[in-house]
């Protein structure tokens, strides 16, 4: 059973920087390095919301919010997918989750930037 743990959350200051982390297990290398995974995030009072994907060739894309602010990336050796937030704002607060193949997802991290 594919199970992801996310962390890396927490409270920052607007400006600053965080890197989430979604570490993967049930799930053996290949499939983990050739699958399609991405971020998420829920505000309180909002639907969830699509932030970034990353295909297993590499290819990453981005919602128009979070363009050259954040960076997603994976070590496969490690089965962890990363998400690297700067410049955040206080609109980026919200709950976030990773998820794989569209389907199995973590329990989320919060992300709370304050101003």
């Known amino acids: 059973q594919v199970q992801l743990v996310e962390s890396g959350g927490g409270l920052v200051q607007v400006g600053g920087s965080l890197r989430l982390s979604c570490a993967a297990s049930?799930?053996?290398?290949?499939?983990?390095?050739?699958?399609?995974m991405g971020w998420y995030r829920q505000a309180p009072g909002n639907q969830r919301e699509w932030v970034s994907t990353?295909?297993?060739?590499?290819?990453?894309t981005y919602v128009d919010s979070v363009k050259g602010r954040f960076t997603i990336s994976k070590d496969s050796a490690k089965k962890t997918l990363y998400l690297q937030m700067n410049s955040l704002k206080a609109e980026d607060t919200a709950l976030y989750y990773c998820?794989?193949?569209?389907?199995?997802w973590g329990q989320g991290t919060q992300v709370t930037v304050s101003s």
């Open positions: 049930g799930i053996i290398f290949s499939l983990f390095r050739d699958i399609t």
């Open positions: 998820n794989i193949a569209g389907i199995h």
């Open positions: 990353i295909t297993g060739s590499g290819v990453t």
